[in-house]
T-cell receptor
Framework: QKEVEQDPGPLSVPEGAIVSLNCTYS??????FMWYRQYSRKGPELLMYTYSSGNKEDGRFTAQVDKSSKYISLFIRDSQPSDSATYLC????????????FGIGTKLQVIP | EPEVTQTPSHQVTQMGQEVILRCVPISNHLYFYWYRQILGQKVEFLVSFYNNEISEKSEIFDDQFSVERPDGSNFTLKIRSTKLEDSAMYFC????????????????FGPGTRLTVL
């Protein structure tokens, strides 16, 4: 079983739709959960991070972590064409000083 | 807003040659990392560096790789004898120390260096 599993997509949605992106993981040691956005041939850009279980909201973005199910989600409300990118889930045992393990990324296209 | 910078943006080299990839982490950060991403694959951890020594490295980071912080601002990754399979995007990242007794901040990534080995 892979440590972090993420559907690579692609996922195409119309502008204004609610987007749901998900990852599952197998390592119980993960406590720090992140979502990065990556444009083609660019570096990952941090969107949100969450410690342990729970929800976190930032503008149109909501991150959810369910440690009991080893499942994390990112919701994007009122999606815009500028949201078109690859979204990487990432996680680490505890904070930024330990290695981050990434999912393969889900490619999202928001169609105007 | 502070950001991690990397040079060069694209490096082309011949197999067997040495390359040095350079990074300038965010100025108050103390933890530094290198990751790589082969085209179409996931971002993979290579090495972490703190207090002038390697704190963790992956199986990928073998004797052909080395890291150095030659001065107060730069962080470098050297590949001694490049192979075709070293062709990838290489990302530098940095993070700051956390509050006393707490977690460190998460990692911030640079734009990457695309390494092409011919």
């Amino acid at each position: 079983q892979k440590e972090v599993e993420q559907d690579p997509g692609p996922l195409s949605v119309p502008e204004g739709a609610i987007v749901s992106l998900n990852c599952t993981y197998s390592n119980s040691a993960f406590q720090y959960f992140m979502w990065y956005r990556q444009y083609s041939r660019k570096g990952p850009e941090l969107l949100m991070y969450t410690y342990s279980s729970g929800n976190k909201e930032d503008g149109r973005f909501t991150a959810q972590v369910d440690k009991s199910s080893k499942y994390i989600s990112l919701f994007i409300r009122d999606s815009q064409p500028s949201d078109s990118a690859t979204y990487l889930c990432a996680m680490s045992p505890s904070g930024g000083y330990q290695k981050v393990t990434f999912g393969i990324g889900t490619k999202l296209q928001v169609i105007p | 807003e502070p950001e991690v910078t990397q040079t060069p943006s694209h490096q082309v080299t011949q197999m067997g040659q040495e390359v040095i990839l350079r990074c300038v982490p965010i100025s108050n950060h103390l933890y530094f990392y290198w990751y790589r991403q082969i085209l179409g694959q996931k971002v993979e951890f290579l090495v972490s560096f703190y207090n002038n020594e390697i704190s963790e490295k992956s199986e990928i980071f073998d004797d052909q790789f080395s890291v150095e912080r030659p001065d107060g601002s730069n962080f470098t990754l050297k590949i001694r004898s490049t192979k075709l399979e070293d062709s990838a995007m290489y990302f530098c990242a940095s993070s700051s120390p956390g509050l006393a007794g707490g977690l460190t901040d998460t990692q911030y990534f640079g734009p990457g260096t695309r390494l092409t080995v011919l």
